[in-house]
Nanobody
Framework: QVQLVESGGGVVQPGGSLRLSCAVS????????MGWYRQTPGNQRDLVAI???????DYADSVKDRFTVSRDNANNTIHLAMNKLKPEDTALYYC?????????????WGQGTQVTVSS
């Protein structure tokens, strides 16, 4: 069974940095896109950054020039380096992988990791 496991969340002061990681386990054929989303209470889950299998990257406007997404294909892992963090970055962050497994293409979600930016 395919599972995504996130790590790296925590509490940081404004202007600080955090690095999130997400790794996949289980049996699958290939991973297409990898991405990060975030959600605050009462709101929808929004895209933060996404990286395609070919390496194309898209960011939400609110995180451009502060966040950097990268993927390690050898280890089936995605990272999100977050710099110059702001209180409005506080949210539950989820990774999302587009995976081809058992002849089916579907999206898988991690369990979420909390990021809190506060002084």
């Amino acid at each position: 069974q395919v599972q995504l496991v996130e790590s790296g969340g925590g509490v940081v002061q404004p202007g600080g940095s955090l690095r999130l990681s997400c790794a996949v386990s289980g049996k699958f054929t290939s991973i297409l896109s990898m991405g990060w989303y975030r959600q605050t209470p009462g709101n929808q889950r929004d895209l933060v950054a996404i990286i395609s299998q070919s390496g194309r990257i898209d960011y939400a406007d609110s995180v451009k020039d502060r966040f950097t997404v990268s993927r390690d294909n050898a280890n089936n892992t995605i990272h999100l380096a977050m710099n110059k963090l702001k209180p409005e970055d506080t949210a539950l962050y989820y990774c999302n992988f587009e995976i081809f497994a058992d002849f089916i293409l579907r999206y898988y979600w991690g369990q979420g990791t909390q990021v809190t930016v506060s002084s």
